[in-house]
């Protein structure tokens, strides 16, 4: 079975400083790797996904990540925080082709300082 | 478009009681999924629907049950509650039954058992 491993159930970081938000993941096959971010009192709501081509993925609100196969990594970052960015962050897989829906990391709650 | 919407937001219900849970996709999006989402377990994936017919089902007992009618919408049941069921269950939709297609959250419904 899959499985997903977010490291820092906590991460501040100070207003334009660099966000780096770790997502490790386990699986039998090549997993499909979202990140959705949820702010309070609502649903999830996607920042970015990877299935196949360029392993270096461009999201909303200037979120990216990159696919490294050979760390199992699938880390967000963002090159300047912004108080708008604090806010829970959720690293999910999907198995191509397998029985079950998004599987889920424990989530990252942001914290900006200002 | 609408995004997707859940009735109710909030509900209250006692031990031994039964619950339905209310999902509206998004226009002419064809599959729905539900999560739930506590602090201890984070977000698990319940079953999935497509075409009014159940394609995938999580790791949860039968007291939990779903359908689908023929315009996507979606609702869950939870038979006999358990304090243990008290969580924020998520609704999604999506297009199609790819594990590409991206999903769509709902706000969630807050079930509380007293």
């Known amino acids: 079975a899959q499985s997903v491993t977010q490291l820092g159930s906590h991460v501040s970081v100070s207003e334009g400083a660099l966000v780096l938000l770790r997502c490790n993941y386990s699986?039998?096959?090549?997993?499909?790797l979202f990140w959705y971010v949820q702010y309070p009192n609502q649903g999830l709501q996607l920042l970015l996904k990877?299935?196949?081509?360029?392993?270096l993925v461009k999201g909303i609100n200037g979120f990216e990540a990159e696919f490294k196969k050979s760390e199992t990594s699938f880390h967000l970052t963002k090159p300047s925080a912004h108080m708008s960015d604090a806010a829970e962050y959720f690293c999910?897989?999907?198995?191509?082709?397998?029985?079950?829906?998004?599987?889920f990391g424990k989530g990252t709650h942001l914290i900006i300082q200002p | 478009k609408a995004g997707v919407t859940q009735t109710p937001r909030y509900l209250i219900k006692t031990r031994g009681q039964q619950v339905t849970l209310s999902c509206s996709p998004i226009?002419?999006?064809?599959?729905v999924s539900w999560y739930q989402q506590t602090p201890g377990q984070g977000l698990q994936f319940l079953f999935e629907?497509?075409?009014?017919?159940?394609?995938n089902k999580g790791n949860f007992p039968g007291r939990f049950s779903g359908r689908q009618f023929s315009n996507s919408r979606s609702e869950m049941n939870v038979s006999t509650l358990e304090l243990g069921d008290s969580a924020l269950y998520l609704c999604?939709?999506?297009?199609?039954?790819?594990?590409?297609?991206?999903?769509?959250f709902g706000p969630g419904t807050r079930l509380t058992v007293l």
């Open positions: 629907y497509f075409s009014e017919t159940q394609r």
């Open positions: 990877y299935t196949t081509g360029a392993t």
């Open positions: 999604a939709s999506s297009e199609g039954q790819g594990k590409t297609d991206t999903q769509y």
């Open positions: 226009s002419g999006h064809r599959s």
């Open positions: 699986s039998s096959v090549p997993p499909y």
């Open positions: 999910a897989v999907i198995i191509p082709g397998g029985a079950d829906g998004l599987t």
